[in-house]
């Protein structure tokens, strides 16, 4: 993955206001269009916790917000 605490902070830049999970979303959101994550890779809270140097709440809020979107 590319420098993820990079693409953080060009979204708060963007939103400084957006919540962490919404920020963790998009990126996930992208590395699925992308191919960054294989096709029918399961993600692992504890993974992406430690990726994004954040709180596995925040993690589970991001993956619901990809089922709900149906990623």
Same mark, same amino acid.
């Given at each position: 993955m590319c420098d993820d605490q990079g693409l953080i902070a060009r979204y708060q830049q963007e939103d400084p206001f957006a919540p962490m999970h919404k920020i963790v979303y998009k990126i996930l959101? #992208? #590395? &699925? &269009?992308?191919?960054r994550l294989a096709p029918g890779e399961k993600l692992k809270e504890e993974d992406h916790a430690a990726r994004f140097g954040i709180s596995r /709440? /925040? &993690?589970r809020h991001a993956f619901e917000a990809l089922l709900y979107e149906d990623w």
């Open positions: 959101r #992208d #590395d &699925i &269009i992308s191919c /709440t /925040t &993690i």
